[in-house]
């Protein structure tokens, strides 16, 4: 078999020569040159023969694909469940393991005087990972900006109308979001403001006050949104937002390497005005947050934020 | 061997939904599907890294008054690690999703192979 | 064993089998939905785990906005892109006129 294909191809290997030379002109263009090639490998392709060697071809990839597919996860999860064998017992304390743990419960109250470890680990000790983080997202909203606003203008450069489902006439929507939306946006204030002394924090409460935005644009329409939340204002609240958090924790920053006195008060454990710094961060994330995941769904909703 | 095994059942819970969410991604040809499957290990991995954390009988790292006793909370670390990791993966989900919406615009199809396939002919004519 | 105990091996089990739910579902609305189920059952996994910050996050982001984000692509999309090309040649061909006729 192999030995007959092998044979097939070098004979049409030697009727490409052919057909080359026999097309070949001397002043032939390359743009000529190229399409005699390319009539030869439709010629090639044409042939039965060819055809089914290409199908075999393509069925051994795809049986091999599913082999080597399989393999490496059965081979992932053999792994894993060994490594996991020699883990120490689920539940316990590793004590090697929790230094810096023990540290940040140790010390985390009297250097941060944030009463949610959490907050203070991420908000404090690694303040700069999430900063990045903000980045990231605010990064992800123009990414998605984009992508998905190019090609909604026609050649006159107004909007086209992506197709939209007007959600406003909806009275079982209407009625719900009157009740529901008051509630879930004093839910998320009390969660972003609370991140030091509660569960929660900016990630959390950020996301809650977005689902309420977005509940409020699916409820009374993209007319109500659109008053409070232009492309403009959400940029500045965004880049506002950073440029805080950017500052401020710049400035901990600095003081803290060259052995100054940090001037921002800890407070008393517990009280709202508390954790130094750690409640306007989450502020600052909340907005970056709350901005983005509006963004995110005015964007894949009709392809814009804001009238722009 | 088998005892720590059965005992740390929650992390080779977390290692066996990593495994099917990278068994979506390997098998699905739609993109949405993959997506999914890309979600779905995230949250495996995001389990696993919880789980180390957790101590039997301790409670969660909120202080209770101004003293600390340290023997009775968990290991904050690993929750903050996820906590980071929860919103990265849904922005970059909306980032894959918008791509999706483009493809699909640009080939009309969801189909990774055939998608494939036309970018390979759309190269071929483009020489 | 504890009851709580039991619980949390019920919701594990759920996770799996969730997991592996949404390769088997032919369309992808109910893929989705299964996804949402996902992340909400993971959200109760995590308050059983002692980190209450990571369940809110959770179950705002993973059962909240990434669903969202799931069902407003699929409405971009339109609607020939929610049907499997397997599914479709099951239909009948008049379901299929129907269909093309709406969209």
Same mark, same amino acid.
């Given at each position: 078999?192999?030995?007959r294909?092998?044979a097939?191809?070098?004979e049409e290997l ?10 070949e002109?001397p ?6 040159r ?8 439709e010629q ?7 055809q089914?060697?290409?199908q ?50 140790d010390e ?7 009463v ?9 000790y690694?303040?700069?990972d999430t ?5 990231v ?9 984009i ?7 026609d050649?006159?450069?107004?909007m ?7 959600t406003?006439l909806?009275?079982i929507?209407?009625g719900v ?6 509630c879930?946006l004093?839910?998320?204030?009390y969660?972003?403001l ?14 809650i006050?977005g689902?309420?935005?977005?509940i ?9 949104t ?20 950017s500052?401020s ?6 003081v ?20 130094g ?8 994330v909340g907005?970056v947050?709350?901005c ?5 769904y ?11 | 061997?088998l005892s ?11 290692i066996?939904l ?19 499957g890309?979600?779905?290990m995230?949250?495996?991995?995001? /389990?696993f #890294? &919880? ?5 039997d009988g301790?409670? @969660?790292p909120? *202080?209770?008054?101004t003293k600390t ?6 290991n904050?670390?690993?929750?903050? /690690?996820v #906590? &980071?990791?929860i919103v ?5 989900? @909306?980032?894959? *999703? ?6 699909y615009?640009?080939y ?6 055939e998608?494939y ?6 190269r071929?004519?483009?020489? | 064993m504890?009851?709580?105990?039991v ?8 996770l ?5 739910g ?18 909400t ?13 990571l369940?809110?996050t959770e179950a705002a982001?993973?059962a ?10 699929l ?5 020939e892109?929610?049907?499997?090309p397997?599914?479709e040649?099951?239909?009948?061909p008049?379901?299929?006129s129907a ?5």
């Amino acid at each position: 078999m192999r030995d007959r294909l092998r044979a097939w191809y070098n004979e049409e290997l030697s009727g490409m020569e052919e057909f080359l030379n026999t097309e070949e002109r001397p002043d032939a263009t390359r743009v000529e040159r190229k399409s005699a090639v390319r009539r030869w490998q439709e010629q090639l392709l044409a042939n039965p023969e060819m055809q089914r060697e290409i199908q075999i071809r393509q069925k051994r990839y795809h049986t091999l694909y599913r082999v080597v597919a399989v393999f490496s996860c059965i081979l992932f999860i053999a792994v894993m469940l060994y490594v996991i064998a020699h883990f120490p017992r689920f539940g316990f304390e590793n004590p090697r393991a929790d230094v810096v743990a023990r540290r940040y419960l140790d010390e985390g109250l009297k250097e941060t005087g944030a009463v949610n470890i959490v907050a203070a680990m991420i908000l404090d000790y690694r303040a700069f990972d999430t900063l990045g983080e903000s980045f990231v997202l605010f990064t992800a909203l123009v990414c998605a900006t984009i992508l998905l606003r190019m090609g909604t203008r026609d050649k006159e450069g107004t909007m086209c109308p992506v197709n939209t489902f007007n959600t406003s006439l909806d009275n079982i929507l209407n009625g719900v979001g009157f009740f529901l939306i008051p509630c879930i946006l004093v839910f998320g204030v009390y969660i972003v403001l609370n991140g030091h002394l509660s569960p929660g924090g900016g990630f959390s409460g950020g996301t809650i006050l977005g689902s309420a935005l977005i509940i409020l644009s699916a409820a009374c329409g993209f007319k109500t949104t659109d008053r409070i939340f232009t492309y403009k204002r959400l940029n500045i609240l965004s880049f506002a937002a950073l440029g805080f958090y950017s500052l401020s924790k710049g400035f901990v920053f600095f003081v803290g390497a060259n052995g100054m006195h940090n001037p921002i008060p800890k407070g008393i454990p517990g009280a709202i005005l508390s954790g130094g710094l750690i409640l306007p961060l989450n502020i600052a994330v909340g907005l970056v947050v709350a901005c983005t995941m509006y963004g995110f769904y005015s964007l894949f909703e009709r392809g814009r934020i804001g009238h722009a | 061997m088998l005892s720590t095994l059965l005992h740390n059942y929650q992390e080779a819970v977390a290692i066996v939904l990593f495994a099917i969410g990278f068994a979506t991604l390997l098998f699905q040809r739609n993109l949405i599907r993959k997506l999914i499957g890309m979600n779905n290990m995230d949250a495996g991995l995001f /389990l696993f #890294l &919880t789980s180390l954390g957790y101590i039997d009988g301790r409670k @969660a790292p909120i *202080l209770e008054g101004t003293k600390t006793v340290t023997d009775a909370y968990i290991n904050p670390v690993p929750s903050g /690690l996820v #906590l &980071t990791g929860i919103v990265v993966s849904v922005s970059v989900t @909306a980032v894959m *999703l918008a791509l999706t919406v483009r493809l699909y615009k640009r080939y009309h199809t969801l189909d990774m192979d055939e998608i494939y396939a036309m970018t390979l002919k759309e190269r071929e004519e483009r020489f | 064993m504890t009851l709580l105990e039991v619980f949390k091996i019920i919701l594990l089990i759920l996770l799996i089998v969730c997991a592996i739910g949404v390769n088997l579902t032919k369309r992808l609305l109910p893929a989705i939905i299964i996804f949402m189920a996902y992340s909400t059952i993971m959200a109760v996994v995590w308050a059983l785990l002692e980190s209450p910050d990571l369940a809110v996050t959770e179950a705002a982001v993973g059962a909240g906005i990434t669903s969202i984000l799931f069902f407003l692509t699929l409405r971009r999309l339109g609607r020939e892109a929610l049907i499997d090309p397997a599914d479709e040649q099951e239909e009948n061909p008049e379901a299929d006129s129907a269909q093309e006729g709406d969209s």
